[in-house]
Nanobody
Framework: QVQLVESGGGLVQAGGSLRLSCAASGSIFSINAMGWYRQAPGKQRELVATITNGGDTNYAGSVNGRFTISRDNAKNTAYLQMNSLKPEDTAVYYC???????????????WGEGTLVTVSS
């Protein structure tokens, strides 16, 4: 069992920046990939970005070029740097941990409770 705790959400103006953090604890030896997902009101949860323990990354087209995912293995922590934020980025952001099953496929088994990001116009 892996426990994930997100932090760093808040209210920012359009064009601003925010960095989210995700601290992992528990059976962290079973993790080889971490990711960020988000769910906006009235929409399904969607992938934002993923990263493997080797540093390979994948991004949703809507955030590519604006967001950067990173991972500090020594601290068991993942980060999401969000720049040039838009109102449509407003959502609850969730951290997830699991395994990469193929180059573009992931099995996320553990989830955090989420942190709210609100971008005003």
């Amino acid at each position: 069992q892996v426990q994930l705790v997100e932090s760093g959400g808040g209210l920012v103006q359009a064009g601003g920046s925010l960095r989210l953090s995700c601290a992992a604890s528990g059976s962290i030896f079973s993790i080889n990939a971490m990711g960020w997902y988000r769910q906006a009101p009235g929409k399904q949860r969607e992938l934002v970005a993923t990263i493997t323990n080797g540093g390979d990354t994948n991004y949703a087209g809507s955030v590519n070029g604006r967001f950067t995912i990173s991972r500090d293995n020594a601290k068991n922590t993942a980060y999401l740097q969000m720049n040039s934020l838009k109102p449509e980025d407003t959502a609850v952001y969730y951290c997830a941990a699991g395994s990469r099953t193929s180059k573009y496929s992931y099995e996320m088994r553990d989830w955090g409770e989420g942190t709210l990001v609100t971008v005003s116009s």
